[in-house]
């Protein structure tokens, strides 16, 4: 018996993760499951038990692509690990194992049929190889989610100040705690944010990706560092419509029933801090008589619903900093005008993502 093409797909969840072996013999047509589905710890002792079954299961010298879904935070200790022991590593968009799992008429969803769907898929696709995250890119996203966690706890205690000084017998001590809470939580932004600064100038590559979006009308630093932490500077998508769901921001229609046929909604069922970052600046665009303004108003003179004005704005800025980014070209208005209406080509991107 001679085995002539091997993958893995591995499904990851908080606590464990499972993985499947598919195999391929000469003279076979497709592939047969190797083994069953094997569940091991999401613990650096449960990866290098991974580590010695995969040796003892799998064929030396035959390539062994092994995929796994972006689920958050928790696969990047395992790809890492998998990376240093020199497997090839393939990491990709929930939405794109969505649609393949749906291609297979999939209708199940278990941690072992996931993890069989995503083994199939690297079996039957040759899957862009998982480049890791320069050092930079890492604390980006550390900074840019505390950035973020800070700032929404801000805006809780501030609605809290605004309770108690509102109520009938504001206890002077109480205010004077939330302000502050406030001050202190002011001065821990501006700390993230010189740490933001400090770290795009020694980065040079990173410098120059903040710089192309802060060119985009609309879109300073903060809003530039989230996008580009939570999007990996745009690595994964290889077209806006893969960003767009990625983002949550993709559109969700309903046709069955009487009284919500014909209504559409964002889906949701992405990724919320991309959402969360794009809201302040969307509201730059409320009063503005520019192409992005325009969309504004024709969305809301429509609609009549401002939130999905808004969403309008925020997906045409997301989609415009995608091919600022791709292109490498700082914002246009014109060009940008018409690579958005026309579709974004696929030149390579503008920041080369390696290890440092």
């Known amino acids: 018996m001679t085995i002539i093409k091997q993958s893995a797909g591995i499904d990851v969840g908080k606590n464990d993760f499972y993985i499947r072996l598919l195999r391929q013999e000469a003279g076979q047509d497709d592939f047969r499951k190797h083994r069953g589905v094997k569940k091991f710890l999401n613990t650096p002792a449960g990866f290098t038990e991974l580590d010695t079954w995969l040796k003892k299961y799998t064929i030396k010298g035959l390539s062994l692509p092994i995929a796994m879904e972006a689920t958050g935070v928790y696969h990047e200790e395992l790809a890492y690990f998998l990376k240093d022991k020199g497997y090839r590593v393939s990491i990709e ?10 291609s297979l008429n999939q209708q199940s969803k278990t941690d072992e049929i996931d993890a069989d769907v995503i083994a199939q898929l690297a079996f039957e696709r040759n899957l862009r190889e998982w480049t890791p995250p320069t050092k930079s890119m890492r604390q980006l996203k550390a900074l840019t989610r505390q950035h973020q966690a800070i700032t929404e706890a801000k805006t809780v205690t501030k609605n809290q100040l605004h309770a108690v000084s509102h109520s009938a017998f504001p206890m002077k001590k109480v205010l004077k705690r939330y302000e502050q809470i406030i001050k202190l939580q ?9 740490e933001i600064k400090r770290l795009a100038k020694g980065d040079a590559a990173l ?11 609309g879109i300073a630093l903060k809003t530039a560092s989230a996008i580009i932490a939570e999007t990996g500077g745009f690595q994964l998508f290889a077209s806006r419509s893969q960003l767009i769901k990625y983002a949550g921001m993709d559109i969700k229609s309903k046709t069955s029933g009487t009284s919500i046929r014909g209504r ?6 992405g990724n919320s801090r991309i959402r969360r970052a794009l809201h302040m600046p969307s ?3 409320v009063n503005r008589d520019d192409m992005i303004g325009q969309l504004y108003s024709r969305v809301l003179d429509r609609t009549k619903i401002k939130m999905k004005a808004l969403v309008a704005v925020q997906r045409k800025l997301l989609i415009i900093m995608y091919a600022v980014v791709k292109s490498g070209v700082p914002y246009d208005k014109k060009l940008h005008r018409a690579r958005c209406q026309n579709g974004v080509g696929e030149p390579e991107l ?3 993502d390696s290890m440092s």
């Open 93 to 102: 968009l929930p939405t794109k194992i969505k649609a393949f799992a749906k």
């Open 186 to 194: 002011d001065e821990q932004l501006d700390m993230i944010e010189k």
């Open 207 to 217: 410098d120059r990706l903040i710089n192309l979006l802060t060119s985009i009308p």
């Open 264 to 269: 559409s909604t964002m889906s949701k069922a």
């Open 283 to 285: 509201l730059q665009f």
């Open 350 to 352: 503008a920041y080369s």
